[in-house]
């Protein structure tokens, strides 16, 4: 059903824009006039934002950590339009336009809900569906309610266990955030660690087995050592147990997931460019980026411009997160996870051509004899393809179940 004017529950009146658009359109200006004023002057910020306590802050972790707010500030609020839409969807027109005082409750009950901002009877049903022990009841009050719920004309009963907005919880967002990001550090770190890049043999570390002959050194990512492929891995089986435990739609909740990881790529990249690393071939391109001199590989200490690599990345992963916004828009014509599959094969294909570009990245060797192959272009084929399989085969396999 649409909306009810005057009567949709304030919680789900949507924003005349939403705030995330502010804050990356804001973001990206910053960034941008950053770029070219280091392209003007030649000059490189500081890698140290600011000190607390004499420790240094970087402006790469607070790049990286802002990156991982904004996106799942955007996860948490297209869970809310499901949210939103699943609420008006299951609840008739005439319930949603009832006062909370349509709910036979005590006088004492009613004035607590309406201090909490409950004024109809859509706002108490709303929060209740969703998660009753945010109205911070009591048990008598608790069994007050259910009971003053079940009374109402239309009402079906199964909004009182199950609700069907109750899976798309936007704080589901916040308290899944912390499982997904432990799980996914541990396997970035096991994914650098079984593909350590050339320029960590300056650390003692040529192959894998330097890490488990020196294991303090597992444990020490001061020196780098974070792989995304694995960082992915890890996250997918963090939000894989959340959305177990809390009886969630794996897929659907992945595709949203993958909106807000595209976006927190594209500004956590610009970590890389505050740390003098990750950067490209020497290159005298005008948007070529200047390396001091202590940043730059010992092969290519000669040379003082390179290819921006962080910034390629970075436009890639806006380009996804437009694409992925724009499918969103459209998801009733997808399958769910599709919209996950479409980040993996993006993903995979602006890795295979950022590669091209890219310096220090661990090939693949058969023999004793390295191959002019990155393992990174390895794994994005193998995912690419992988994905597109797996469309392919679903699409066909839902075609054919749906034919008479």
Request: aromatic content about 12%; some cysteine; glycine content about 8%.
């Amino acid at each position: 059903m649409g909306d009810v004017a005057g009567a949709t529950p304030k919680l789900l009146r949507p924003p005349k824009i939403e705030p995330f658009w502010i804050i990356i359109v804001a973001w990206s200006l910053g960034l941008a006039g950053l770029f070219i004023y280091h392209l003007w002057t030649r000059q490189m910020p500081a890698a140290e934002a600011f000190f607390i306590l004499g420790l240094p802050v970087y402006w790469y972790g607070i790049l990286i950590v802002g990156g991982i707010a904004l996106g799942a500030l955007v996860i948490s609020r297209l869970a809310w339009q499901r949210w939103r839409a699943a609420f008006l969807d299951a609840v008739p027109r005439e319930l949603v336009e009832l006062s909370v005082t349509a709910v036979s409750l005590p006088k004492s009950l009613q004035t607590k809900l309406q201090k909490q901002g409950v004024q109809t009877a859509s706002d108490l049903l709303l929060l209740w569906g969703t998660d009753p022990r945010s109205l911070r009841l009591k048990d008598e009050e608790r069994k007050a309610v259910q009971t003053g719920l079940a009374a109402l004309p239309n009402f079906d009963s199964t909004w009182l266990k199950d609700a069907p907005w109750r899976i798309w919880n936007p704080e589901y967002v916040w308290n899944g955030i912390f499982i997904c990001l432990i799980l996914g550090l541990i396997g970035a770190r096991l994914y650098h660690v079984f593909t350590p890049s050339p320029s960590m043999a300056a650390f003692g570390i040529e192959s894998p087995a330097d890490y488990f002959r020196n294991p303090q050194l597992l444990f020490n990512l001061r020196n780098g050592g974070l792989g995304i492929y694995g960082g992915l891995a890890g996250g997918a089986l963090g939000l894989l147990y959340f959305t177990w435990r809390n009886r969630l739609p794996l897929l659907p909740w992945a595709d949203m997931a993958a909106v807000g990881v595209a976006l927190g790529q594209a500004f956590g990249r610009w970590g890389n460019f505050m740390n003098q690393e990750l950067y490209g071939r020497p290159t005298n391109l005008p948007w070529a980026i200047t390396i001091d001199p202590v940043n730059r590989l010992p092969a290519f200490a000669e040379f003082s411009t390179f290819h921006p690599a962080f910034l390629y990345e970075s436009l890639w992963n806006f380009l996804t997160f437009g694409l992925l916004i724009w499918l969103w828009r459209r998801r009733e014509k997808l399958l769910a996870g599709e919209m996950t599959a479409v980040y993996l094969i993006m993903y995979a294909i602006g890795r295979t051509l950022l590669e091209t570009v890219r310096l220090d990245s661990r090939v693949v060797s058969l023999g004793g004899v390295d191959l002019p192959l990155a393992w990174a272009t390895v794994v994005s084929i193998l995912v690419a393809l992988s994905m597109v399989l797996w469309i392919v085969v679903r699409r066909k396999r839902n075609s054919l179940l749906q034919t008479p």
